[in-house]
């Protein structure tokens, strides 16, 4: 990602005709800040910053997904709007961030992400040019390396969104009062490990992983390809005198929300397996099938590409100036913008 958005090959190769206009050249042809240009001090201290603000404004509607991935049928809520309503009159706007404490410590994983997709990026660059190839690589490498850090703190803060006043939601329920602040938040958290040991041991803080690797692998790899199919296209539909940044803010939303639609069923099954204590994947697909028929499969996705959008679209227009305040000092005025 820190290379901002790679350039198709086929792209390069029509530059020269494009370059006679002047207006494409200045508004299109956009120098990139590679890895090794960056200051990473800055360039972690920046990024951490700036995942906090989306993850700050995304928690509720990932907290609601997860809820309605969860409920059996339309128990609690009628979709995402309902559930939003009737979390915040039970529980205030607290509710909606049951859990949010332990699982910023995904920061972590997400700079792992970051490291991994472009040093994997690089590394595939030296066999093969292909933009579609690199990205397919990278992104499910990076993948895989959040995911080993993430699992565990995800199955910690899932538990903790499903506290609710009143009727149980998961396995585990958190004794005493559900306020949510304070040290009480800290409890809640020591209360739920403790619960997982009992039941599972080391090994229930996995619990799902495989799960997440199918979720979260085909995730990451079709949302940078499918990111350069919509960005292409909306580069020959916009006039010339479009901005670049307005269509890769355009295209990385439809990316997330066409990458969301095609991996939300396994999502689903990720977060029953995790949250209900599942062993098999199968079993849950199969009971899943069998309690709310393939329209199962797509709960949650409203809420999902909800919570995507704001984050991919900081992504696409912000990480460009996260890059440039990250360039390192002795290259800043040898580039123009």
């Known amino acids: 990602m820190a290379r901002g958005i790679p350039k198709d090959p086929e792209l390069a190769e029509q530059e020269p005709d494009r370059r006679s206009s002047g207006t494409m ?4 042809n956009i120098q990139i800040i590679e890895w090794e240009h960056l200051d990473k001090k800055k360039f972690y201290v ?8 989306i993850r700050v404004s995304v928690y509720p509607f990932t907290l609601i997904r997860t809820r309605l991935q969860v409920q059996k049928g339309r128990s609690l809520y009628h979709g995402t709007f309902d559930a939003f309503v009737k979390i915040l009159r039970a529980d205030g706007v607290t509710g909606l961030y049951r859990g949010f404490l332990v699982n910023t410590f995904t920061l972590i994983s997400g700079q792992c992400y970051v490291t991994t997709y472009e040093l ?3 590394f595939v660059s030296d066999y093969s040019q292909s933009n579609t190839v690199k990205s397919l690589v990278a992104g499910g490498s990076a993948s895989l390396v959040a995911q080993s850090i993430t699992v ?3 199955v910690v803060s899932q538990h903790l969104m499903m506290q609710r006043k009143g009727e149980k939601m998961g396995r585990f329920q958190v004794h005493g009062n559900l306020e949510g602040q304070g040290l009480i938040a800290f409890g809640q958290t020591k209360d739920i490990i403790r619960q997982i040991l009992r039941a599972d ?3 229930g803080f996995y619990r799902g992983y495989v799960a997440s690797l199918l979720t979260y692998i085909p995730n990451s790899a079709v949302w940078w390809p499918f990111y350069h199919f919509y960005a292409e296209k909306l580069s020959y539909l916009c006039p010339q005198e479009c901005p670049h940044i307005v269509f890769q803010a355009i295209s990385g939303p439809l990316a997330a929300a066409t990458a969301s639609i095609l991996t939300n069923p396994m999502d689903v099954i990720r977060t029953r397996v995790q949250v209900e204590g599942k062993s098999s994947i199968i ?3 199969r009971q899943l099938m069998a309690e709310e ?3 199962g499969l797509m709960k949650g996705l409203s809420a999902r590409i909800i919570s995507a959008t704001p984050s991919t679209i900081v992504i696409v227009v912000g990480y460009e100036s996260l ?3 990250s360039l390192r000092p002795e290259l800043v005025d040898s580039r123009h913008w």
Do not use: S
């Open 25 to 28: 050249e200045d508004k299109r």
């Open 201 to 203: 041991g080391l090994r």
């Open 120 to 122: 994997t990026r690089k």
């Open 152 to 154: 565990p703190i995800d």
């Open 293 to 295: 028929g393939p329209w």
């Open 283 to 285: 079993l849950t697909f």
């Open 46 to 53: 920046f990024g951490v910053a700036m995942t906090m603000m």
């Open 323 to 325: 890059k440039k305040l």
